[in-house]
DNA sequence: TATTAATTAATAAATATTATCAATTAGAAA
DNA sequence: TTTCTAATTGATAATATTTATTAATTAATA
């Protein structure tokens, strides 16, 4: 798809959210939407501002949540606000929620099983892999 | 394993690693070894206070770190000193570096054919799955 | 063009994490 | 058992990250 396209694509998301497109928004998906990189906001913010002086770095924190919000974009990892630790050192896998941030468990053997893609060990030394299940749990789901 | 294996367990890695056994660290240890659910530095110092009234919050900061550094535990994810954004939209996985938190997209559609546990489905609302494979990037191995 | 609700910029506040350092202590040595 | 010393802790300051507040600006609609 064509940087164009992806743009019109963004705007069209945002007429159909009800989202206003602000030069700030457009600026801030131009500078994400061929970004392979996965950038923090700070990263964002500092690519843009040259381009955008008066940008607010609350700005881009805003933004950047409200497209997550309407599905324009994705975080990488839902549980960044606080480092969580795990006692159980066997390979297992994790059931997240995305709304209470719970998570649980999962051991299953099979899961464990998956084909390494050669890419992954060619390049790096591989050291351990989880998956991780996004869903909304029961009690999140009865709340709504 | 009983709660003393596991006491003497940790106390041996401890040993081992050259790491003194002190009362603060076996409370923070005593405090997650059994628990599954993930829990933050802070719930953490909020459980074992009370029994143990002078702890410092820092301490456990340090004691969990040190935890984390030795294979005594296991952070959740890697990546949660700061939000990143992904605007790749279509399910893929990720190859994340432990040391300079790089992240690398993986698109493979053999992956994407795992079998979603009917435990998940069955209890939750599933959403999607990601796959994060942890590795030491050829850069950083290259410093080492 | 005028209206208005949404958005922004500036900045304060809140939250999370790390650094500093004097006092204490666990573990080794005597 | 006592002494010694490097590691650890507690207290707290500093830094980093994220969210809230609010007056001014503006995108979208009529
Ligand atoms: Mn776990
Ligand atoms: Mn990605
Ligand atoms: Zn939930
Ligand atoms: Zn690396």
Redesign the interface.
Known sequence: MSDQEKINQFMQKCRDKGLSVTPQRLSIFKA???????????T?YKGIKEENPTISFATVYKA?ET??KH?I?????S???????????QQHH??V??KCK?????V?E??NQ????E??TK????????????????EC?ARQ
């Open positions: 994400l939407m061929n970004d392979s990189s996965h950038p923090n906001p700070e964002i950047l497209f997550e599905g974009i994705k975080m990488v990892t549980l960044h606000n606080t480092v969580r630790y795990d006692p159980m050192l994790h059931i929620c995305a719970k998570v649980i468990d999962l299953d099979d899961l998956i084909k390494i893609p890419s992954i390049e790096n030394q591989f050291l351990d892999f989880s998956i991780q299940f996004n869903v909304i749990c029961s789901r």
